[in-house]
């Protein structure tokens, strides 16, 4: 009799240790501050586990499973959201942007204080053209006018405005049309310059000339010929916090909890910092700093840029120190080519002549920015300090020049595999080079907007074996990559109209179908699953900055970094998925956003 009484109580006690359990198997810290239930929990663990109930105290996940169990996990205080059978996936990250500077250059300084400004799309020459002639009757002659990343790939033209065209809409001010690795500039820009008949060529890029010595006013990847004008032009630092503070409450709107800022100085990284000691800083943001190898590179002299680079890396080293959830900076970066829409990016095979692109030699491959000795030289350093590394390479002949320095690195200065180094944009990248990537263990670093804006001109003027290299979603996928998602946005506010869209459901969408917007599709080469595009915005972007282990799935112990959709992604229609709302976002365990839930 005595023993059964020992074997019930220890039952009962059993039983009530077991209601404390999540879908873990370990033992709950109870009671939760929050309890979401009657959901549809995507949970994006290693098995894709779905639950109905996830449950949260201070900044953590303590809980994820059923209803009844999650709900033991509540107290009198606690609260409880009814998701009435909502979905809920981890907090999306943005794998690549320009947040900063998206939002400072699309605002001004008012009587109102700093604020929002529009700036117009831009689809045609004479949009362009408008635009610039507006510009001059507002600001003082001589000032700048900045028309910037407007790509003539995304123009009905197909091709840039000429120098005299942006001379007769402004001929008294200074213009820059900016298309990213290339654009134009016209002749009062060319005079505030000082840029006359047989320029000297800047370190990096190509101020073209005609057959008589005389700038063009085309540009490729030889922006820093323009500095003796005064541009770019300065940014206060208050205009940059008041701009990265307005896009933050933009971004968590679209469910976004944390974010890669890809191309940070110094100063960029101070206007961080400063937001985040008052506590102002939203969302977690992972910084990566720019190499400026340009204004370091010293021409026949590899001892001193050498000294020089180093120095840099050092004054960079207490960032990295500081690191923690909410701002971290782990990641050096430098330009290895141009790009794919002024036909800057770096080739393999030539790419031909182009009118879009204004290219008149039939071998023409593009630009290589950085030196492959530079770019050297930044990737040991990173190995041997322990930093990752990435490089903006969207050619194949770029993605090339990566890889070397990748494998020398390897082989010289200590084993890639598992420092996760990265190829950022990659818009054209072989079969043969996914994989020799995957054995270095990069990542790469990708955005569907090219493919989305971009992919219809690649596939008119470009043989169809290359755009099947163009980006291959489903060849790196296949090859073992892992594939970080990300949009590029680089101004403006709106999600869908901003250069480049940032939207993430419309990220989805195209990577699903791997449709274009003119509804188009390149073929399977660029489709992956539901699952594997959300977890190029999830898991995979945690993994990228080691830390899969805090964010990027909803499993107990992780960050308390949650979004309540509108529709449930893995199951409604596909068109729906670009169509999908944020209803609730949710960092450490606080709500930040809300909208009708």
């Not at 510009?135 to 000032?143: C, I, V």
């Not at 790509?151 to 049309?177: G, K, Q, S």
């Not at 509804?519 to 489709?527: D, I, K």
């Amino acid at each position: 009799m005595k023993y059964k009484f020992y074997i019930l109580m220890l039952i009962v006690i059993l039983s009530a240790w077991m209601g404390m359990i999540d879908c873990s198997g370990s033992k709950s810290a109870g009671p939760a501050d929050m309890v979401l239930v009657n959901g549809k929990i995507v949970t994006v663990d290693n098995d894709w586990s779905i639950a109905e109930a996830v449950a949260v105290k201070g900044r953590r996940i303590i809980g994820v499973g059923s209803d009844r169990a999650m709900k033991k996990l509540a107290a009198s205080g606690t609260r409880v959201i009814d998701l009435k059978g909502r979905c809920v996936l981890p907090g999306l990250i943005e794998g690549h942007n320009h947040m900063l500077s998206a939002a400072w250059r699309a605002m001004e300084r008012t009587d109102d204080g700093f604020v929002r400004k529009e700036i117009p799309s831009m689809n045609t020459i004479a949009d362009v053209l408008s635009y610039v002639e507006s510009e001059a009757r507002r600001l003082p002659e001589g000032e700048w006018i900045e028309v910037l990343r407007v790509f003539p790939t995304r123009l009905v033209e197909r091709r840039m405005p000429t120098r005299e065209e942006l001379d007769r809409a402004a001929p008294n001010h200074p213009v820059v049309f900016h298309g990213g690795g290339g654009g134009v500039i016209n002749s009062a820009a060319l005079r505030k310059c000082k840029i006359g008949r047989y320029p000297q060529q800047p370190k990096t890029g190509t101020l073209v000339v005609d057959a008589d010595g005389y700038p063009t006013g085309l540009i490729r990847s030889a922006w820093s010929a323009l500095e003796p004008g005064g541009w770019p032009l300065p940014v206060a630092f208050e205009d940059k916090l008041a701009a990265l503070q307005e896009i933050q409450r933009q971004y968590i709107k679209y469910g976004f909890t944390s974010t890669f800022e890809r191309a940070c100085s110094i100063e960029d990284y101070q206007v961080y910092q400063t937001l985040y000691d008052k506590d102002q800083l939203i969302m977690r943001s992972n910084l990566t700093m720019m190499i400026p190898t340009d204004r370091l590179l010293v021409k026949n002299d590899p001892e001193k840029t050498r000294r020089k680079i180093q120095s840099y890396i050092d004054d960079l080293e207490p960032f990295r120190a500081a690191s923690d959830e909410v701002l971290k900076v782990n990641t050096l970066k430098v330009f290895t080519d141009g790009g794919i829409l002024t036909g800057t990016a770096l080739m393999r095979k030539p790419w031909g002549i182009q009118q879009i692109y204004q290219i008149t030699d039939p071998d023409y491959r593009g630009i290589q920015r950085t030196p492959t000795d530079v770019i050297q030289l930044v990737v040991d350093e990173a190995n041997r300090r322990g930093w990752q590394f990435t490089s903006h390479a969207a050619g194949d002949g770029g993605v090339e020049v990566l890889l070397d320095a990748y494998q020398v690195s390897n082989d010289s200065v200590g084993e890639l595999n598992g420092r996760r180094f990265q190829i950022t944009h990659g818009d054209f990248f072989g079969i043969d080079q996914i994989a020799r990537a995957g054995r270095l263990g990069v990542i790469a670093d990708a955005q569907w907007a090219w493919l989305y804006l971009d992919g219809p001109m690649i596939s008119e003027i470009l043989e169809p074996e290359r755009v099947d290299d163009f980006m291959p979603f489903r060849a790196w996928v296949e090859g073992g990559l892992v594939v970080a998602g990300g949009s590029d946005h680089m101004i403006n506010f709106d999600p869908i109209k901003s250069i480049n869209c940032y939207h993430p459901f419309l990220g989805i969408w195209c990577m699903v179908t791997g449709k274009m917007r003119n509804g188009e599709s390149l073929g399977p080469a660029h489709q992956v699953s539901r699952e594997q595009a959300l977890k190029m915005y999830t898991i995979n972007n945690a993994y990228m900055s080691f830390e899969e282990d805090l964010k990027g799935s909803i499993e107990k112990g992780k960050l308390a970094d949650l979004v309540v959709l509108s529709d449930d992604i893995l199951a409604c229609e596909v068109d729906r998925i670009r169509q999908i709302r944020v209803l609730l976002t949710m960092i450490d365990g606080r709500v930040v956003y809300r909208d009708s839930i």
